[in-house]
């Protein structure tokens, strides 16, 4: 699939074996997040509440490199979970730049879990499994995008 890459190619990322339950439930919390940063920023903007420089740039950066494929995997994932499946094999294209993009994302994430565990934030941190999730998702992304190796499964 073509698309607007540094190269206008999309790099199809193949994620195999992922557990359903823990796929569905970091795209709940990540959504959980991102709308809690959303009230937050509004009530910077209408004077009513300080965002310290740290969690806004956060912010700015988690919208921004969240979007993309969200939907795409959000479908995939929802019908694994309607049909039951334990395991899902997620296939999403991705621009090149995914491969420095998502790490970042994982790193902010992981920053934004640190201010919901210091009560910064009254969404709760990522459990361990859902952590440990977004980790290996990103060594896969820069695995296959930036490497080009075969995508390995899960680990279980």
Known sequence: MTGRGDNGVLRRVRLLGVPTEVLV???RHLDDLVHELHIVQAGVESGQA?????????????LEAYSPAR?????QAEAAQGQGRPVVDIEVDLPPEAATAVPRLVDLLEQADA??????LLTMAAPPEVAEMRRWTADQVVAQ????EAPAP???
Not at 53 to 60: S, V
Not at 145 to 148: K, L
Request: a positive charge; aromatic letters at 2%; hydrophobic letters at 40%.
């Open 25 to 27: 439930r970091n795209l």
């Open 50 to 62: 300080e965002l310290a420089p740290r969690l806004a740039a956060l912010m700015g950066e988690i």
């Open 71 to 75: 939907d795409t995997v959000r479908d």
């Open 115 to 120: 201010m919901c565990r210091e009560q910064r």
């Open 145 to 148: 995008v930036a490497r080009g």
């Open 154 to 156: 899960y680990p279980s």
